[in-house]
């Protein structure tokens, strides 16, 4: 089986880059730069016309959106236990993984775009200020979850890696997190599995590169 990841740093195709890690799998990482155009190229448009990352190639075939793709890495790699045995305990799984996906990422995004939001001129800081209300709501939720807990299951799994990319991405908006503590433990815990670190050297040497070109 051939599998190459369509990664772009810091985007959440950060998310089955550990997954893919934790899992041992043999798979290869064609790097796309998110702010030349690449997505919107006609080659990368081929496996995905909704142009965003990630996308897993399984032996030709695209396969898009990160909850599927969590939900096939654990599927075909089950000695990794990236979901829970338990069935009622892997659907609150995909669901925590699904809420991270349309609850928490689309509350990330008015810091990077929020022309995408609202195109009026001087409406930048307004948008901010409203999705960050809505994402530090997403946090609190989170933050009970995380209380007396390692991980969101009894063991690492697949929703501790995607809410590790939201909640690194919130840190990279220079937000102020110090509230929400239970995150930020489970954060710095993340930050010392080794796929975390083989990421970020791969993010590290990624980006260095694409500023060579720029």
């Known amino acids: 089986m051939k599998l190459t990841l369509c990664y772009a740093p810091q985007t959440c195709a950060t998310v089955p880059f550990i997954t893919l890690t934790e899992a041992g799998a043999d798979f290869d990482v064609h790097n796309l ?16 016309p909704k142009h965003k990352v990630p996308v897993l190639i ?12 969590q939900i096939w890495i654990a599927r075909n790699f089950p000695a990794a236990k990236l979901l829970p045995a338990d069935p009622l305990a892997e659907v609150k799984a ?51 979850l995380l209380e007396g807990r390692v991980w969101f299951f009894d ?17 990279s908006f220079k937000l102020d997190l110090s509230q929400f503590r239970n995150c930020m433990a489970h954060f710095e815990r993340m930050q010392q599995r080794a796929s975390t670190q083989k990421l970020a050297a791969h993010e590290k040497r990624v980006m260095e590169e694409f500023a060579k070109v720029a």
């Open 33 to 48: 730069n998110s702010r030349s155009g690449q997505l919107k190229s006609p080659e990368f448009l081929r496996l995905n």
């Open 58 to 69: 399984i032996d030709g075939d695209p396969l898009t959106e990160n909850l599927a793709i």
């Open 94 to 144: 995909i669901s925590l993984m699904s809420f991270f996906g349309s609850g928490i990422h689309p509350h990330l995004t008015p810091n990077a775009r929020p022309e995408n939001y609202c195109d009026l001129p001087g409406s930048a800081e307004s948008v901010k200020r409203v999705g960050n209300k809505l994402l530090f709501e997403d946090f609190a939720v989170v933050e009970n």
């Open 155 to 171: 063991h690492f799994t697949a929703p501790d890696a995607y809410f590790f990319w939201c909640f690194r991405r919130a840190i």
